[in-house]
């Protein structure tokens, strides 16, 4: 489903979004406080926006590995990473967020955009991810949420249910993936409960911070 629908997927993601994804990942990488040393690791990078975000960042990320399972999406990855001229210090490498093909404390931060939900077995994910930082390292997930102010629920769940689906496949012309999209957010964890994850997989000051009305939870903490 998500090779199908790599060579669309960002213009659908800014287009679905009307541009505040990219806020988002802005604010991914802000929380961060990187100071231009660190080796961070993209998981479930799909098309590489927020690895792309941690390196243009300022200051950057030394260094940035992007992981992922969909061939087409590191496909479309690497393809912008070279329009950018960022090849020298982004790679991609295809992996599993449960099995991330990294040496345990290899890592300064680790960062996933929308992408946590897609992981089966999100605890195990989330103790690998304990395994690849090193201790005191930094933590930044990005994920759909539900707002829970009335109106704006109201108005978000008709969007989210009725329209983003119907454009979806019409533009991405696959409508399984956009159909997909509410009923895995709907599946998804609570913030509390996603919060409680990370804490019993080895993370302290775990934050779940709500975006834009509570459309998107940016979740942060540390490596305990």
């Known amino acids: 489903m998500f ?12 287009l679905l979004s009307a541009g505040i ?8 990488i802000r929380s ?12 479930c990078t799909g098309t590489g926006d ?7 960042s300022t200051p950057p990320a030394a260094r940035v590995i992007g992981i992922d399972f969909a061939h087409a999406m590191l496909r479309v990855a690497n393809d912008k990473i070279g329009r950018l001229r960022l090849d020298e210090s982004i790679a991609v490498v295809r992996g ?21 939900r897609n992981v089966d077995d999100r605890d195990a994910a989330c103790r690998d991810i304990g395994r ?8 930044a997930i990005l994920e759909f949420g539900t707002p829970t102010t009335p109106l704006v629920r109201q108005l978000y769940l008709w969007y989210f249910h009725q329209v983003l689906p119907r454009v979806g496949a019409l533009l991405s012309r696959h409508s399984a993936a956009y159909g997909y999209l509410p009923a895995s957010v709907g599946a ?37």
Not at 3 to 14: G, M, P, S, T, W
Not at 214 to 222: D, E, F, M, P
Request: proline share 4%; no cysteine; glycine share 6%.
């Open 3 to 14: 090779d199908a629908i790599a060579e669309r997927y960002d213009v659908l993601n800014h």
């Open 96 to 116: 599993d967020a449960t099995s991330i093909p990294l040496a345990a404390q290899s890592a300064d931060a680790v960062t996933i955009a929308f992408g946590i």
């Open 188 to 224: 998804f964890a609570s913030p509390s409960e996603f919060a409680e994850i990370l804490r019993v997989a080895g993370f302290d000051d775990v934050r779940a911070v709500p975006l834009t009305f509570g459309i998107v939870y940016l979740y942060t903490a540390r490596r305990r």
């Open 132 to 139: 690849v930082l090193r201790p005191g390292g930094r933590l």
């Open 50 to 56: 927020l690895a792309i975000e941690a390196r243009r």
């Open 32 to 43: 961060l406080s990187l100071t231009g040393r660190e080796r961070v690791v993209d998981l």
């Open 21 to 28: 994804d990219r806020r988002w990942r802005r604010r991914a």
